[in-house]
């Protein structure tokens, strides 16, 4: 019984009906990506999911009273793992698609509509932007979330990851403008105890700053203090605009005081200087590249730093950054950086000779995956389907137009598949999306919700903007 069959809403529901931590579900018969160094891809394969957790990968796999899924025709895929997104601003898409440098989103979005979020907007955004990742395949999603105004600002964002099922990493920080509590970085200490009180949870916690004080001034910009209370917290660091020449400088001073490691994450990373990233090389510090908006929005260089990562021994995790210019799945995040490092490749060698150091299909796979859960500190949990991770994974369909015939299972998840392929998502060994379906959401509601926040948010920062 293909999943991709009506036959699949029977499956889902046998699946539903056993209690999670005794499920067992086995696919049979798929074209398995799994992202494991040691695994690599298996043809005409099994995986099988108890509970949580991937328990075994091969050939002709058995498990007594597993709901058997037919997963020929089918690609199984880790799930993609998204490494900065600002999910609050999710009922602003594509506002500003034309928006020709940093300032102008920050100055109309931070400085103007960021400024009269309720916390029900914050809701709406962030649950809205975590079922769009589902829907398009990303399992795990960092919210970079700098409009925490007041507790319950971050109350809401964090009770829409909850509410959505998905792997998510709440970044906390303050906004750059407007009135807010100045609650933060305090209030992380109660978020912690409130709501990242295991180790073994769906949600993780991490601070979340800016890179110098030129956007927004020193309280927001990572240093000796932030770094002090993300140890005592036992949580991660996300460094938001590191680009440019002061991002260079500070990355050298975070060297020197020790304040730099394989817990902080530095975002962008574009336009800094051979010393910067010689820093980041042998501090072990991880990169979430950002394609679309570093070429898109022309941050510095405009060119996404694959090459300059790589040349310093770091493999980087990738993000969407800000939906209300870009694009919102890791499709065209892979595809972008895929071309553009190609194309700047070719582009040095040509006339000279030599030979371009090119990319491939398999490394923006990686980047998409295994780098990214390693980025958002989540390395032994998600990214690759080995047997002990927790059951993230993918089932795309191969046969459909636009994928058929399946000749490369990489090159088609990368170049040839979108959000319409995947025809099933599992989060933590529960089905989120089956055939094709987000499932447990009331589109239409959810459609009146996203709609009065969007037009509650433009007519309190833009009065008679939406009537």
Known sequence: MPLHDTTGDALLARIRTL????????????????????????????????????????????????VVVDAAGTILTPGFVDTHRHAWQAQLRRIMPDVDDLGGYVMSTLAGHATVYRPEDMYVGTRLAALSAIDSGITTMLDFSHNSRTREHSDAAIRALLDTGIR??????????????????????????????????LLTLRLATLAT??????????????????????????????????????????????????????????????????????????????????????????IPAVDEALAAGIRPGLSIDVEVALAGDMFTQMRTLHAIQRMRAVNAAYGTGREPSRITTHDVLDFATLQGARTNGLAGVTGSLSPGKKADLLVIRAEDLNNMPLNDPIGTV???????NISAVLINGEPRKWNGQVLDVDLAALRREVRASRDHVLNASHPGTRS
């Open 213 to 302: 004080d030129e956007i927004a001034g020193p309280a927001l910009a990572y240093g000796p203090e932030p770094a002090r209370l993300a140890r005592d917290l036992g949580i991660g660091v996300s460094v938001d605009a590191v680009f440019g020449t002061a991002s260079s400088e500070a990355v050298l001073r975070w060297a020197e005081d020790a304040i730099l490691g394989p817990e902080v994450t530095l975002i962008h990373a574009t336009g800094l200087t051979p010393e910067a990233w010689r820093a980041m090389g042998e501090t072990g510090a991880t990169v979430a590249l950002a394609p679309t908006s570093d070429a898109q929005i022309g941050l510095e260089s405009a």
């Open 19 to 66: 209690p999670a931590d005794r499920r067992r579900i086995l696919f049979t018969g798929a074209t398995i990506v799994t992202m494991d160094p040691d695994l690599g891809v298996i043809d005409d394969g099994d995986l099988l999911v108890e509970g949580d957790t991937i328990t075994a990968v091969g050939h002709r796999l058995h498990a007594d009273d597993a």
């Open 414 to 420: 990368v170049l040839g598949a979108d959000a319409r």
């Open 168 to 201: 998510g990493v709440h970044a906390s920080m303050g906004p750059h403008f407007g009135a807010w509590d100045r609650q933060w970085p305090g209030d992380l200490t109660r978020l912690k105890e409130t709501y990242f009180g295991s180790d073994d949870q």
